[in-house]
């Protein structure tokens, strides 16, 4: 079983950074890919960034790409989504995933929530114009 909490979510203004931190428990986190989603209210669930287990790969929706880097610390069982030059249209829920079933069709799928198995609770970002 592995549990997830995010933090570093707040309220800043358009232009401003972030770090956001997912945290894990368990001993495997290490070996799961681990992917960052969005949502906003009143809107699906978005694909933000995902990682491989090793950080060796990463990928990222387009309207992030250039501004938000995922990264992950395997020592520490963290994950880390930087965001910088931060948009209104950033601001949403943000929630870190893991897909623990190693599928041989997830980096097929690895926008689609539906491939994660184990969620955290989220973070709220807002970003004032």
């Known amino acids: 079983q592995v549990q997830l909490a995010e933090s570093g979510g707040g309220l800043v203004q358009a232009g401003d950074s972030l770090r956001l931190s997912c945290v894990a428990s368990?001993?495997?986190?290490?070996?799961?890919?681990v992917g960052w989603f969005r949502q906003a209210p009143g809107k699906e669930r978005e694909f933000v960034a995902a990682?491989?287990?090793?950080?060796?790969?990463?990928e990222y929706t387009d309207s992030v790409k250039g501004r938000f880097t995922i990264s992950r610390d395997n020592a520490k069982n963290t994950v880390y989504l930087q965001m910088n030059n931060l948009k209104p249209e950033d601001t949403a829920v943000y929630l870190c995933?893991?897909?623990?079933?190693?599928?041989?069709?997830?980096?097929?799928?690895?926008?689609?929530?539906?491939?994660?198995?184990?969620w955290g609770q989220g973070t709220q970002v807002t970003v004032s114009s």
């Open positions: 368990g001993r495997t986190f290490s070996s799961y890919p």
């Open positions: 990682i491989t287990w090793s950080g060796g790969n990463t």
């Open positions: 995933a893991a897909h623990s079933t190693f599928s041989a069709q997830f980096w097929l799928n690895f926008q689609s929530p539906y491939e994660y198995d184990y």
